[in-house]
């Protein structure tokens, strides 16, 4: 298996630090708003990452935080009339809600940094105790300088990053570069004791202390969107190495913005979609597709028309389930001949799907082995194939989608309703048979309020279920 590391710039054979065990880390949201479908790009690849480690045999632990202190949160507490508390408790129950309707599965541990203020301050101040770090007035600051490799990350010297730096209201800061490990809080403001006096600490620092509180000092894959690499990310690995003195992450990864019109989509431009709002019109599962049918590190423009044709895919691919199990329940379980053959054509796709997925996790690719086995498997079946042949195209097509996080919704909850469908069917066909067209004719209407839409095939009545909207 292959990743793009941003620390090295290129595609690098993806060893672990201990064999068949992942340790992955991914920033997560600030939780003071609805989370928009420009986060929800991020949050849905390292969602499908983990499912896909897993499904090449790691043992996955996922981290994902939650920022659930900073000054985004304090403004809209006020705007909201609730304690900053309140505010991100709401979100942080939104985010969870949001992120189920888009098939994202919970991390193993979502810390928050109200809950590892211990460990951020014993940070702090080791970083302070090796001289990293120095105070000014309440407030602590990384020195830069200190630790030589400051850029490795994002792969800027010094000099680059202080000619492009801002003026910084705090002038007494050593170099402009330097950044708040810990900021006193002003009044009103929430905050904790520390050997600083009262604060709360900066942003960057929650991660380093996180990732070591529940992974250890070394990580195998740190990632975020694009937009993280610098400053944030290149804090972490300068806070984390500079206390550790060891390698923090070994490959990192950024995922491209969803952008809109060719601007990142973002909350300050206000160019932004909920996935509330998406789901007014489209199944959260067509987002999925639409995601991951662009390779994660491309930038993706958002638009209806892509929206529609992921819309369209993700019904091919329910319908092609419907028909083969149709078809499966039709056949007998004598094998036919030609089948051997079928079946190595069939099971061919699983190692076209991985061999696409191993290179930098390329789910553009892998998607389209997906597609391909539905249109073979479609094309077969005028060949009236054995029922081993339907079954196992069906369990691959789910096995593969649900590597995805596809096709994993419907299948449990529409089961039981399967059989209530049928029996609707032949209640109908009774109904018909003795000329009761007023029942026959409601049934029908039942069906078709449940999206069914019923065919007369040679072979008898077939139904199907049209995706949601
Ligand atoms: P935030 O709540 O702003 O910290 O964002 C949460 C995650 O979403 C981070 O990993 C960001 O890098 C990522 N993100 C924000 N906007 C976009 C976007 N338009 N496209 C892809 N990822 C994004
Ligand atoms: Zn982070």
Request: hydrophobic share 35%.
């Amino acid at each position: 298996m292959k990743f793009y590391n941003t620390l090295t710039r290129q595609k690098e054979e993806f060893v672990t630090a201990e064999p068949g065990k992942v340790k992955l880390y991914a920033c997560g949201p600030t939780v003071y708003n609805y989370f928009h479908i420009g986060n929800a790009r991020t949050f849905i690849t390292f969602d499908a990452l983990r499912n896909y480690l897993q499904y090449r045999g790691y043992e996955v632990t996922f981290v994902q935080n939650f920022t659930d202190v900073d000054d985004k949160i304090i403004q809209q507490a006020l705007k909201e009339n609730l304690s900053p508390k309140e505010i991100s408790e709401k979100y942080i129950d939104a985010y969870f809600k949001d992120a189920e309707s888009l098939g994202i599965l919970k991390a193993d541990v979502h810390p928050r940094v109200t809950e590892t203020i211990t460990e951020i301050i014993e940070f702090v101040q080791a970083l302070m105790d090796k001289g990293f770090a120095y105070e000014l007035k309440g407030d602590v600051y990384f020195d830069v300088e200190a630790y030589p490799d400051y850029g490795a990350l994002s792969k800027q010297s010094l000099e680059e990053l202080k000619s492009g730096a801002r003026i910084e209201v705090n002038e007494a800061k050593k170099n402009p570069l330097d950044f708040a490990l810990w900021k006193t809080a002003k009044p009103g403001e929430p905050s904790w004791d520390s050997p600083w006096g009262k604060g709360r600490p900066g942003w960057h620092i929650e991660c380093s202390a996180m990732a070591k509180k529940y992974l250890g000092e070394t990580i195998d894959i740190h990632g975020g969107g694009g937009d993280l690499v610098f400053p944030h990310h290149e804090n972490e690995v300068a806070q984390s190495q500079a206390l550790t003195g060891k390698p923090f992450a070994r490959y990192w990864i950024h995922v491209g913005y969803l952008n809109v019109d060719n601007r990142k989509m973002s909350k300050s431009l206000n160019n932004f979609f909920t996935p509330r709002e998406i789901a007014e019109e489209f199944d959260l599962e067509v987002v999925r597709v639409f995601m991951l049918s662009a390779h994660y590190r491309n930038p993706i423009n958002f638009s209806r028309e892509g929206m529609e044709a992921s819309k369209n895919g993700l019904e091919r691919l329910y319908n092609a389930l419907d028909n083969w199990r149709y078809y499966s329940e039709k056949t007998e379980q004598t094998p036919v001949e030609g089948d051997e053959a079928r079946l190595r054509e069939v099971e061919n796709h699983r190692t076209r799907f991985t061999e696409e997925m191993d290179d930098d996790f390329n789910t553009a690719n892998g998607m389209a082995v997906i597609f391909e086995l539905v249109k073979t498997v479609n094309e077969m079946i005028t060949q009236k194939p054995g029922k081993k042949v339907l079954e196992t195209a069906m369990q691959l097509l789910q096995e593969l989608s649900g590597v995805l996080g596809l096709l994993t919704k419907r299948k449990d909850q529409d089961r039981s309703l399967d059989t209530e469908i049928e029996a609707l069917i032949r209640e109908r066909q009774s109904a018909r048979k003795e000329k009761n067209y007023p029942r026959a004719d409601q049934i029908r209407d039942e069906l078709t309020a449940q999206g069914i839409v019923l065919e007369d095939t040679p072979e008898g009545i077939k139904w199907k279920r049209l995706a949601k909207k």
